[in-house]
């Protein structure tokens, strides 16, 4: 029996995920009006929950995945309400890790919104890497992320066009 590190085990589920991931969408395309041709496309700016903003009450994981596919430099505008009397308030988190992210372990997670900065326009994350990028709401010790809609993991292609 060959034995695996944590490390190794998340390097190779990941390779398989992204490799079945790609190998579907080339079999069965994207939803309509996508395209993975990326060559002459520039970086997209991707309002994230589309006009519905980052809230309480919307699925990010299926959201993700009807906006994909994302590449790297493109840019995710998280747009919430400031706390007040009626709305609750949001914040950002990045994780580090897959299991940190599906156990919503604040404490290993970096917040990458405050409770104001989603106010008018929004403030963007570029994904400038290609790698696993995991966000949730940490508002109320992480009960947003705990019941498991303000969540969501995107995976951005590299780009076949290295001008961008």
Not at 28 to 44: D, E, I, K, M
Not at 112 to 131: A, C, E, H
Request: glycine share 10%; aromatic share 18%; charged share 15%.
């Amino acid at each position: 029996m060959v034995a695996f590190s944590a490390n190794q085990g998340i390097i190779l589920l990941l390779a398989i995920v992204l490799t079945l991931s790609y190998s579907s969408m080339l079999a069965f395309g994207f939803p309509p009006g996508h395209s993975f041709n990326n060559r002459n496309n520039r970086p997209r700016t991707i309002n994230v929950g589309g006009s519905e903003n980052w809230r309480f009450g919307l699925n990010y994981t299926e959201w993700s995945i009807h906006n994909g596919p994302f590449f790297v430099k493109d840019t995710l505008v998280f747009k919430y309400e400031a706390p007040n009397a009626t709305t609750p308030p949001h914040s950002v988190y990045l994780f580090r890790d897959y299991w940190s992210f599906l156990s919503c372990n604040l404490k290993r997670a970096k917040m990458v919104g405050n409770l104001n900065q989603g106010s008018g326009k929004g403030f963007k994350f570029v994904l400038q890497r290609f790698q696993p990028y995991f966000f949730a709401c940490g508002e109320h010790a992480g009960l947003h992320c705990n019941l498991g809609m303000m969540k969501f993991a995107v995976v951005p292609f590299p780009r076949w066009n290295n001008g961008y």
